[in-house]
């Protein structure tokens, strides 16, 4: 399947890009479509394009180039993301409520798909602001990357509370009502209401296809 990736590379360095593409190379893209735009870091105003899936299993299939390094191994990749993440932790102990600082750090480790430590921060920066939307979608996606559909389920419908109509978070409350939880009918039930409330919502297509396989049809 595919995933939507909407953080800004404005402000990476050659690390944290190191980080991201080895990331992408070494594990895929799992658990379905799904998006994530937290508006409290830099972002692109709209979704970038859809990023094919990788097969886990490819990087062991293919040997690496002479030419070039091979890719990091797990631990290698956690360490350059921590090394990344190092300055903006040290940045949080004399500003331990920028909720800017604090969502960074999530998108940081949310894109080297170390979800548990995403997961810690986006919950400090929505104890300080517990109504933005963006980040508590954030959450939610995180635990389900995390395997807890019913956490990312609750986050979800409480981003909704605050903003009922929001695409973002009722195109991944279907997904993992579908996945997830296997029921259909309330993913169905999310999608249309995604559509009926954003007309022009850009990827009405695919959110179409999906309801008809949700559908069986």
Same mark, same amino acid.
Request: with cysteine; glycine share 6%.
């Given at each position: 399947?595919?995933?939507?990736?909407?953080?800004?590379?404005?402000?990476?360095?050659?690390?944290?890009?190191?980080?991201?593409?080895?990331?992408s190379l070494l594990f895929?893209?799992?658990?379905?479509?799904?998006?994530?735009?937290?508006?409290?870091?830099?972002?692109?105003?709209?979704?970038?394009?859809?990023?094919?899936?990788?097969?886990?299993?490819?990087?062991?299939?293919v040997p690496p180039s002479?030419?070039?390094?091979?890719?990091?191994?797990?631990?290698?990749?956690?360490?350059?993301?921590?090394?990344?993440?190092?300055?903006?932790?040290?940045? @949080? #102990?004399?500003? /331990?409520? &920028? =909720?800017?600082?604090? +969502?960074? *750090? %999530?998108?940081? !480790?949310?894109?080297?798909?170390?979800?548990?430590?995403?997961?810690?921060?986006?919950?400090?920066? @929505? #104890?300080?602001? /517990?109504? &933005? =939307?963006?980040?508590? +979608?954030? *959450? %939610?996606?995180? !635990?389900?990357?995390?395997?807890?559909?019913?956490?990312?389920?609750?986050?979800?419908?409480?981003? @909704?509370?605050?903003? /009922?109509?929001?695409?973002?978070?009722?195109?991944? *409350? %279907?997904?993992?009502?579908?996945?997830?939880?296997?029921?259909?009918?309330?993913?169905?039930?999310?999608?249309?209401? @995604?559509?009926?409330?954003?007309?022009?919502?850009?990827?009405?297509?695919?959110?179409q296809q999906l309801i008809?396989?949700?559908?069986?049809?």
């Amino acid at each position: 399947m595919t995933e939507f990736k909407t953080t800004s590379t404005d402000t990476w360095t050659p690390t944290h890009a190191f980080a991201l593409a080895a990331v992408s190379l070494l594990f895929g893209i799992c658990g379905g479509w799904m998006i994530r735009r937290a508006t409290a870091s830099p972002a692109p105003s709209a979704p970038q394009a859809v990023e094919a899936q990788v097969p886990a299993a490819a990087s062991s299939s293919v040997p690496p180039s002479p030419l070039g390094p091979s890719l990091p191994s797990p631990a290698e990749l956690k360490k350059a993301v921590d090394s990344e993440a190092a300055p903006l932790i040290e940045k @949080l #102990k004399s500003a /331990p409520t &920028d =909720t800017a600082l604090l +969502t960074q *750090l %999530g998108n940081l !480790y949310y894109d080297a798909k170390q979800y548990p430590q995403a997961i810690d921060y986006y919950e400090r920066s @929505l #104890k300080l602001q /517990p109504a &933005d =939307t963006s980040v508590r +979608t954030d *959450l %939610g996606t995180a !635990y389900w990357y995390n395997g807890d559909a019913d956490a990312a389920i609750a986050q979800f419908n409480r981003a @909704l509370s605050y903003d /009922p109509t929001k695409a973002d978070t009722l195109f991944n *409350l %279907g997904i993992v009502e579908w996945q997830g939880k296997k029921n259909g009918k309330d993913a169905v039930a999310a999608w249309q209401k @995604l559509l009926e409330a954003n007309p022009a919502y850009s990827n009405r297509e695919q959110v179409q296809q999906l309801i008809a396989q949700a559908q069986g049809k």
